[in-house]
């Protein structure tokens, strides 16, 4: 199971507008497994609060690219050879489930998500498999 954070977007970034906010996920570029969840009663730089594990952390910085590959390329390649395989995207509205799975744009190879990365695949995978 893995986790994507990604970053606040123009209406949630209230900094701009003078308002202060506090992100109340504690992200560790370095520690690619582990997310902490502060306690709102916490002040902002306290390092305590709720831990949990994943299989792998994707940081706000993640590119659409790299969670492909960790997460899906594995799951066509085992498809192909006969496997049953999902990927499932879970979490609340708003939250970045449809630009990873979609992307903004599927024809964009930078910001295309999963499904066209996968539909790409599956086909190129077919015609080395039976047109070459």
């Known amino acids: ?7 606040f977007n123009d209406v949630e970034n209230l ?39 994943f299989d792998q952390i994707f940081t706000q910085t993640a590119t659409q690219k790299n ?4 997460c899906a390329k594995n799951v066509v390649r085992d498809a192909l050879n006969g496997y049953n395989s999902t990927i499932m995207a879970y979490g609340q509205t708003g939250s970045g489930k449809t630009y990873t799975m979609f992307g903004p744009d599927i024809l964009d190879q930078k910001s295309m998500g999963i499904i066209p990365r996968v539909s790409r695949d599956i086909f190129k995978a077919i015609q080395e498999r039976y047109y070459i």
């Open 15 to 53: 900094l701009e507008k003078g308002v202060k906010s506090t992100n109340m996920v504690k992200l560790d570029d370095f520690d690619t497994d582990s997310v902490v969840l502060k306690d709102s009663f916490q002040s902002a730089q306290s390092s305590k609060g709720f831990k949990f594990k």
């Open 67 to 70: 969670i492909f590959e960790v």
């Open 1 to 7: 199971m893995v986790a994507r954070f990604r970053p």
